[in-house]
């Protein structure tokens, strides 16, 4: 098993910058990819970035490209979420994931998640 805590979420206006973290812990040596997805009020789970265990790969989703950098400190067993520009847009619960096999952008692969931290973007 692995335990996934976010933290690092809260109010922010727009155009300023928040971190989030993902700290893992358990069989953290099982871990190929972590990954950020947000939920906003009414609407569906939606990918944001992931990064391979070993930080070779990382993705985005095009809304956040050239905004949102997803970086990771192994001694740390810790995967960050720099955000910047920030949008009111952008307000949603951010959740970290953990794949055991791949890199991707689905929901339905990721095996491990955390339990979010709400993120708050004011115009």
């Known amino acids: 098993q692995v335990q996934l805590v976010e933290s690092g979420g809260g109010l922010v206006q727009a155009g300023g910058s928040l971190r989030l973290s993902c700290a893992a812990s358990g069989r953290t040596f099982s871990i190929y990819a972590l990954a950020w997805f947000r939920q906003a009020p009414g609407k569906e789970r939606e990918f944001v970035a992931a990064?391979?265990?070993?930080?070779?790969?990382?993705i985005y989703t095009d809304s956040v490209k050239g905004r949102f950098t997803i970086s990771r400190d192994n001694a740390k067993n810790t995967v960050y979420l720099q955000m910047n520009s920030l949008k009111p847009e952008d307000t949603a619960v951010y959740s970290c994931?953990?794949?055991?096999?791949?890199?991707?952008?689905?929901?339905?692969?990721?095996?491990?998640w955390g339990q979010g931290t709400q993120v708050t973007v004011s115009s």
């Open positions: 994931a953990a794949d055991r096999n791949y890199i991707g952008s689905s929901v339905y692969q990721y095996d491990y």
């Open positions: 990064i391979t265990w070993s930080g070779v790969r990382t």
